[in-house]
């Protein structure tokens, strides 16, 4: 059995400007999985930058409220969503409470910095 407690993972800006903490990776820490799973958070009246990756996505919302962006698409999200991205949809979400913004990331398969593309504002 593996347990990863999220007190014990470090916290780092990802390259969209969340606060994230990887939970499970198959490139460090020897989880025998394909995908990588974090969490991540956004502050209140902060958004993450346009970015796109080449596996798919799916954000769970965990606490907070906001606004997914996917493509052309956008729509509002809150606690016990989960929102799928597909491999290289330009992807964005905002917090549009009071409140931390968090959700889990599971990518699939695992992200890889040479996977993902963080681009200008308003970017396609």
């Known amino acids: 059995m593996i347990i990863r407690k999220l007190k014990d993972c470090a916290e780092i800006e990802a390259g969209d400007g969340s606060a994230l903490r990887e939970l499970l990776h198959p490139a460090r820490g020897g989880f025998p999985v394909h995908y990588s799973l974090a969490r991540a958070v956004v502050a209140p009246g902060r958004r993450t930058k346009p970015h796109r990756l080449k596996s ?52 699939d398969p695992a992200w890889a910095p040479e996977d993902e593309e963080t681009l200008p504002e308003g970017g396609r």
């Open 56 to 107: 798919s996505e799916v954000y769970y919302i965990l606490e907070g409220r906001g606004v997914m962006h996917v493509g052309d698409e956008r729509a509002g999200v809150e606690p016990g969503d989960a929102v799928y991205v597909p491999p290289r949809h330009v992807q964005f979400i905002e917090n549009t409470g009071r409140a931390d913004l968090a959700f889990l990331c599971l990518v």
